[in-house]
């Protein structure tokens, strides 16, 4: 009898260990995409090395690396990867050599990946949350600022809405990196508006100052600047709303904070940028606006460029103003640094990097021979002796 007790408990301790280990290998796959990576360093388009422009990250509490793209079509082109897991946060700067200038008209271009997670629906979204192009003067080692874990609806640049009784912005302002413009290309849309959410940074979409934000985005304004964040209130309420009756206001309730997105661009499905393809973005800085030194213009035209061919082609532009005095140093020359922010939460995705031209550089792309992948046509335009 003691021998039978003794055999059935080591059939089921077996029957334990083959049922965990399955277990085990999902949850390794879960953690990273290794395909996706794999598939999109694969078709990388042709960009340059970032050694020479940009500080290499060295930090732990930094997920961003640099690796080198293996599609063959692209030599001699590094990408930035600056997330590919839960909770992450992400930086690559410009180094002190290659500067913004905001006094001069400026040209920077670069492909963007954002993973392969979106879908026609946001049921079926996995993706998250993002990244951002930035020009700051907060120092090499900027970021959002978190007291515990990472929000993803901060892309590392933005400020973390988590206390819920702050009645004013100007905490949610304090946390983002200051003297800063940031122009998102958000994957996860955050709008909760309950209660039990607010406080939670997952917020920040349910802005409606240009349009209701309903599928994945881009958008900019200044993160350090509590302009660009509007509080709201919610109450302990079914409904969330403050009751009639309570004209003393002594409901419980709580506040949140959304995002000011201006010159918004968004998708008709989530599919907008988490979709396995590289996309275009071309930024067009104009030294002056408005016939005022102290404004600039930005231009940015995503899509811009076929991802294959490398030929240009219509995207969608949206042109804002830009304040210098939020950016500049009072006294300093009028450059920012420049770079790239990430960060995820529970969902995430393969973020990643690659640049074409960058200010004071030659467009990266000018000799190098554009093939039609499809066609298997030379584009290259010809060149008169």
Known sequence: MRFLVIWVLVLGLSFLIMLAQPLLVQ?????????????????????????????????????????????????NTEAVQLTNGAHQLGTLWSNDKNTFDLNRDQTVSMWLYFGHGGAATEKGNSAGDGMAFVLQNDGKDARTKFKGQTYGETLGVWGVDEDNSATLPDNVAFSAIQKSWALEFDTYVNKDTTYDGAGEARSFDIDQSQGKILFPHIASNYPG????????????????????????????KRYYHSLRHEGLIQGKD?????????????????????????????????????????????????????????????????????????????????NLVVFDQIPDLVDATAEVHLTDVTQGKDLTPAVDD
Not at 231 to 248: C, E, S
Not at 339 to 345: A, I, P, Q, V
């Open 27 to 75: 949850a390794r796959d879960i953690d990273y995409d290794f395909d996706d990576l794999n598939a999109a360093l694969a078709s990388a388009p042709q960009g340059i090395p970032l050694s020479y422009y940009f500080d290499t990250p060295e930090s732990e509490t930094n997920s961003a690396v640099t690796v080198k793209t293996t599609n063959p079509e692209s030599p």
């Open 270 to 350: 989530y599919n907008f940028l988490s979709n396995g393809k590289w996309h275009h973005l071309t930024l067009r800085y104009t030294q002056e606006a408005d016939d005022d030194p102290r404004k600039g213009e930005m231009q940015y035209t995503f899509d811009d460029k076929d991802p294959q061919t490398g030929v240009p082609q219509t995207g969608e532009s949206r042109t804002v103003q830009i304040d210098k005095d939020i950016i500049i140093d009072p006294g300093g020359p009028g450059t920012a640094r420049w770079g790239f922010t990430g960060s995820t939460g529970g969902y995430f995705e393969n």
């Open 225 to 252: 600047s509590f302009f660009s964040y509007e509080l709201h209130t919610v109450y302990h309420t079914n409904d969330g709303k403050r009751p009639g009756w309570d004209v003393f206001g002594s409901t419980d």
